[in-house]
């Protein structure tokens, strides 16, 4: 299933941002195991946020921790990434996936869809 996030923008330090995952052409983004992760500039690859929704289990990584919030909404069969407080430091590309595991490391999710760009300035 291939994934698109959205609602990437330009925004000012201490704003927010709420990006979208759908799935392509109408598809059901059906794991049980959803993130996101992010790749600044020159970096590599960040985890941000995985949950698994049938145990409600939810991992952060603390650099987000208590500003971004991940959600979903059955009825639109996307997946949401609130993000608030935003800061210089979160600027990159933001990418959905899904996976078999809540994991930090990102290599281990068994795909990940295109990406939003986010840009914070200071």
């Known amino acids: 299933v291939q994934l698109q996030a959205s609602g990437g923008g330009l925004v000012q330090a201490g704003g927010s941002l709420r990006l979208s995952c759908a799935a392509a052409?109408?598809?059901?983004?059906?794991?049980?195991?959803m993130a996101w992760s992010r790749q600044a500039p020159g970096k590599e690859r960040e985890f941000v946020v995985a949950?698994?929704?049938?145990?409600?289990?939810?991992l952060y990584a603390d650099s987000v921790k208590g500003r971004f919030t991940i959600s979903r909404d059955d009825a639109k069969n996307t997946v949401y990434l609130e993000m608030n407080s935003l800061k210089p430091e979160d600027t990159a590309v933001y990418y959905c996936?899904?996976?078999?595991?809540?994991?930090?490391?990102?290599?281990?999710?068994?795909?990940w869809g295109q990406g939003t760009l986010v840009t914070v300035s200071s």
């Open positions: 996936g899904a996976g078999s595991n809540v994991v930090r490391d990102t290599t281990k999710y068994s795909y």
């Open positions: 052409s109408g598809r059901t983004v059906s794991s049980d195991v």
């Open positions: 949950i698994r929704w049938s145990r409600r289990y939810t």
